[in-house]
Structures are given as structure tokens and as C-alpha cells.
Nanobody, 114 residues
């Protein structure tokens, strides 16, 4: 059974940084793609950053501020978030993709105070 567990969320002031971690049970090599998504209250869930065989891609709103990376030995995907803004406040979730099936973590809350 695949499990994804996020950690690293919290409360931070505008301009601050956080690093989110997504620990995957099993090798992350077995997935076609890994990604971070977020959902703010009253809004739809949106893609923040993704790692695929083609490379990385980011939402326009986080380009230049967020970095997605992976540590294969630790089966962990990270999201380094810098220069945080109040509009980054959301629940951040990790997703792992295999053909025909997606796996999600439970999410971690990020709150950026102004």
C-alpha cells in the first residue's frame, strides 16, 4: 500500500521560508510524476510544482520562489518555499502518479501572516 506523508507546514510571516517534505512508502522511482498541490479556502486545488521525466514545472504564481526536489535515497520529495506571501496560505498536498492511479497525502497547512 502506498502512503504519502507530508510535513513541514506551519505559520510564517510574509517573506519567510518553509520546506515541505513528502515521505513516500516505497521507491519514488516507481512513479511517473510527483507533485505538490495546494487548496486555499473557497478555491479549487491547484498544481504548485511537479517533477516528471521531462523535468520540473511550476505554477506562474510561484516561479522563482519555490523549488521542488527529490532525494531518492530517502524516498522524499521536497518543496522549498521562499519569499512567502499571504496568498500562499493553503493546505499543501503531495501527489504521486502511476499510470491510471494517483496517490495523495493528507496535506499540511501553510499559513502566511501579513
Amino acid at each position: 500500500q502506498v502512503r504519502l506523508v507530508e510535513s513541514g507546514g506551519g505559520l510564517v510571516q510574509t517573506g519567510g521560508s518553509l520546506r515541505l517534505s513528502c515521505l513516500v512508502s516505497g521507491s519514488i522511482f516507481s512513479f511517473n510524476a510527483m507533485g505538490w498541490y495546494r487548496q486555499a479556502p473557497g478555491k479549487q486545488r491547484e498544481l504548485v510544482a511537479a517533477l516528471t521525466s521531462a523535468g520540473t514545472n511550476y505554477a506562474d504564481s510561484v516561479k522563482g520562489r519555490f523549488i521542488i526536489s527529490r532525494d531518492n535515497a530517502k524516498n522524499t520529495v521536497y518543496l522549498q518555499m521562499n519569499s512567502l506571501k499571504p496568498e500562499d496560505t493553503a493546505v499543501y498536498s503531495c501527489k504521486a502518479e502511476r499510470p491510471g492511479i494517483n496517490y495523495w497525502g493528507q496535506g499540511t497547512q501553510v499559513t502566511v501572516s501579513s
